[in-house]
């Protein structure tokens, strides 16, 4: 994403450029989601609510690493810092989403048992290509859906407006 940005401005970019900074970010990223999912099936094993609390307080925990270059424990702190006194509303927000990915998957699952379900059954290609795509779109989602709300509540809280959404993609 950074390259995309650099090539607006102007700026070539390589497929290396873009791969560089894929890789720099793969192993932090990595750490803070394995913790991150640690932590909040723990949340979610003793109560639901602490793991929704979590949930919520680390929701933008991604991208802040991402954006601001800053470790996996300054990430969790960080984004909970971003989210306080926007809980609910980030609640809300997540409840939806998670809802609109929910119909997305149905429909999807549904079209694949009313006609690709034989091609499903019958050929291991079809099937892996069929997960493959719901996988990678759910990805991409939620990827996209977590940056924008990072953009959001950083604007919310520290008045970053949209010129500053370039940075989180830097």
Same mark, same amino acid.
């Given at each position: 994403?950074?390259?995309? +940005?650099?090539?607006?401005?102007?700026?070539?970019?390589?497929?290396?450029?873009?791969?560089?900074?894929?890789?720099?970010?793969?192993?932090?990223?990595?750490? /803070? @989601?394995?913790?991150?999912?640690?932590?909040?099936?723990?949340?979610?094993?003793?109560?639901?609510?602490?793991?929704?609390?979590?949930?919520?307080?680390?929701?933008? *925990?991604?991208?802040?690493?991402?954006?601001?270059?800053?470790?996996? %424990?300054?990430? +969790?702190?960080?984004?909970?810092?971003? %989210?306080?006194?926007?809980?609910?509303?980030?609640?809300? #927000?997540?409840?939806? +989403?998670?809802?609109?990915?929910?119909?997305?998957?149905?429909?999807?699952?549904?079209?694949?048992? #009313?006609?690709?379900?034989? /091609?499903?059954?019958?050929?291991?290609?079809?099937? @892996?290509?069929?997960?493959?795509?719901?996988?990678?779109?759910?990805?991409?989602? @939620?990827?996209?859906? /977590? *940056?924008?709300?990072?953009?959001?509540?950083?604007?919310?809280?520290?008045?970053?407006?949209?010129?500053? /959404?370039?940075?989180? +993609?830097?």
């Amino acid at each position: 994403i950074h390259g995309i +940005f650099r090539q607006t401005q102007g700026d070539a970019v390589s497929f290396g450029d873009c791969l560089s900074g894929a890789i720099r970010h793969v192993l932090p990223v990595f750490g /803070l @989601t394995f913790l991150w999912w640690l932590a909040l099936m723990f949340g979610m094993l003793f109560f639901l609510v602490p793991g929704l609390i979590l949930l919520v307080m680390w929701s933008v *925990a991604v991208p802040v690493l991402v954006n601001e270059g800053c470790g996996i %424990t300054d990430a +969790f702190g960080r984004s909970r810092a971003l %989210t306080k006194g926007l809980r609910w509303p980030i609640f809300g #927000t997540l409840l939806v +989403f998670i809802l609109i990915l929910g119909v997305i998957s149905f429909a999807f699952q549904g079209f694949s048992r #009313t006609g690709m379900m034989d /091609l499903y059954r019958t050929s291991l290609v079809t099937g @892996t290509l069929v997960s493959l795509v719901m996988v990678t779109l759910t990805s991409l989602l @939620t990827s996209s859906f /977590l *940056a924008a709300l990072y953009g959001e509540v950083r604007f919310v809280k520290e008045g970053v407006g949209t010129g500053g /959404l370039a940075e989180i +993609f830097s």
